[in-house]
């Protein structure tokens, strides 16, 4: 059982003791780590500014530098004023609205 437990994690066999581990087992755990981490700052930074809203702050709220999600913002834009924001700044280009 033993000898599972030191092939699983790396430290059995190579040129130097715990190389394995090091460019193994230890590289892909500091790897998901990381990545889970920068999700929890990018989550954390972008969020809404309600305590405990978990949605995605997309719209900022005036004179603050808080965002908000659509459901905690004051007057959230509807569908139709972001088409005509559109249309106002890029006219009658042909394109996607």
């Known amino acids: 059982m ?18 394995l581990f090091w460019s193994g087992f ?8 990381g990545i889970a981490t920068n999700m929890w700052v990018h ?3 972008n969020n809404c ?7 995605l702050g997309r719209f900022p709220v005036e004179g603050t530098p808080w965002v908000a999600c659509h459901r905690h913002h ?4 509807q569908r139709g004023s972001i ?3 559109y249309h106002l700044h890029f006219g009658k280009k042909p394109g996607r609205g």
């Not at 230890?26 to 780590?33: C, H, K, M, N, Y």
């Open 49 to 55: 500014h309600e305590p405990r809203c978990p949605r």
């Open 83 to 85: 088409r005509e924001h």
């Open 74 to 77: 004051p007057n959230p834009p």
């Open 2 to 19: 033993t000898h599972l437990a030191w092939n699983v994690f790396g430290t059995d066999n190579a040129n130097s003791p715990f190389y």
């Open 43 to 45: 989550l954390r930074k």
């Open 26 to 33: 230890f590289a892909v755990s500091v790897f998901t780590l």
